[in-house]
């Protein structure tokens, strides 16, 4: 699962050997040249960053000599958006592709991934900043799922759509202000769908990038559904068109 390590030498190997780092954490009163110097690297590695109080710093560490900084080594691989690509040319099957444009909470992204995996999504896509950290929470929610389907961490998710289209990727983008029913769409060429974050949604600049919106019928009194169970409705939705 997760492994924390900290402190400047051992988050500098750790980036230079490649390891695949979730997130790490930087003590926002301390601005260090080795702490500037591994910010440098990990940005160029696409790392997610975050600036946080002294006291985080010693809970994530458990007091060690972190030095004012730790960081968290994923418990998976992450995949190239590019190569993914690439390599799903070569079939003529229609693929499929889940972009989460913000799914911050960690059990949601984990529901999602447990879904996506059983109906057969080729990659799940999402940006590094805003994203629920890779975790063991995530893990034991996902069920394991999250080992045998691609994740591609990109850094904005404007970025994924530019590649996606660039591929012939038709891309649909899930919300509640659409005027197609889910239904009414054909998801039986190769599309990616877009999923929003649990408060606000799919993000402006994402909806405006989409090729088509749906939406799911609501009859109760309740406006809207959690994310995952929503995801889990488009994405049967696909299967049943595709059988």
């Known amino acids: 699962m997760s492994t924390i390590i900290f402190g400047i030498h051992a988050v500098h190997e750790a980036i230079k050997s490649n390891q695949t780092l979730d997130k790490i954490f930087v003590d926002a009163a301390v ?82 991934i447990r879904t996506a995996e059983s109906v057969g999504v080729d990659a799940i896509i999402f940006p590094k900043q805003g994203s629920a950290s ?14 045998n389907i691609p994740l591609c961490k990109v850094d904005h998710t404007k970025d994924a759509l530019f590649y996606l289209k660039s591929y012939g990727i038709k891309t649909i983008a899930a919300t509640e202000k659409a005027s197609k029913m889910v239904y009414d769409v054909n ?40 994310v995952s169970v929503a995801c889990g409705a488009i994405l049967f939705e696909v299967v049943r068109q595709r059988l």
């Open 134 to 147: 890779i975790n063991e929470q995530m893990v034991k929610t996902s069920t394991g799922a999250i080992f």
């Open 187 to 226: 998801f039986r060429d190769s599309i990616a769908i877009i999923m929003g974050s649990e408060g606000k949604g799919v993000s402006k600049a994402a909806l405006k990038m989409s090729d088509d919106k749906v939406k799911l019928p609501i009859f109760g009194e309740t406006s809207s559904l959690n």
């Open 31 to 112: 601005q260090s040249a080795g702490i500037k110097e591994i910010l440098k690297l990990a940005e160029n590695a696409s790392v997610q960053i975050a600036y946080v109080p002294h006291q985080k710093i010693d809970k994530l560490a458990k007091n060690g000599n972190h030095q004012g900084i730790v960081a968290k080594i994923s418990p998976i691989q992450f995949h190239s958006l590019e190569t993914i690509l690439e390599e799903n040319q070569k079939t003529k099957k229609s693929k499929l592709y889940l972009i989460l444009d913000g799914v911050s909470d960690v059990r949601n992204f984990g529901a999602i």
